[in-house]
């Protein structure tokens, strides 16, 4: 599959295989908006599955987590949803989407979506690794450290500037 190029629409993750398989993508809110972090992340996970990819939605905070769970049951125009489940331990998962607190399936990743305050260890098997940072204070230095943090690992963060609603 030929990679497609890099754009800043929301949403523009690589295939699996493309040119560099370990992108990662900075998308940067202009507020502090913790429901705009989770309907930007439904958007990019509707794209990702629109190109055939399977994502990994991975945040350590349950309770967010489960409001991103409702968001996608019902994201998307009248007739449609994100078909997802979350990730129970010694459970098979079937579906395209997976969100998780902390277990990581088995197999490849093509889209991981952080929303965790550190890169979690699954980013390793991860073709395409997605942060959505908002304009809070605490979010934007965790951000800054993890955007840090790839660096060190020979990786190179794109920011995409995302405008208000």
């Known amino acids: ?13 690589q295939p699996a295989g493309a040119a560099d398989p370990r992108g990662v993508a900075f998308y940067v809110l202009e507020e502090a908006s913790g429901a705009a972090r989770l309907e930007l992340a439904c958007r990019i996970t509707e794209k990702a599955l629109r ?15 489960q409001r991103l769970d409702e968001l ?8 449609s949803f994100i078909a997802h489940e979350r990730i129970v331990p ?12 902390g277990v990581a399936p088995d197999g490849g990743i093509d889209v991981l979506i952080n929303l965790a305050a550190e890169v979690p260890a699954v980013a390793e098997r991860a073709a395409r690794i ?6 809070d204070p605490a979010r934007r230095e965790a951000g800054r450290a993890r955007f840090r943090a790839y660096r060190t690992r020979g990786l190179q963060p794109v920011l995409h500037n995302v405008g208000g609603r």
């Open 72 to 79: 996608l049951w019902t994201f998307g125009d009248d007739r």
């Open 90 to 101: 010694g459970t098979a998962c079937e579906a395209p989407v997976l969100l998780t607190t």
């Open 51 to 65: 190109a055939g990819q399977n994502v990994l939605i991975w945040h350590t905070d349950g309770t967010e987590l």
């Open 130 to 135: 997605v942060e959505i940072i908002d304009a």
């Open 1 to 13: 599959m030929p990679s497609q190029q890099p754009t800043d629409s929301p949403g523009a993750p």
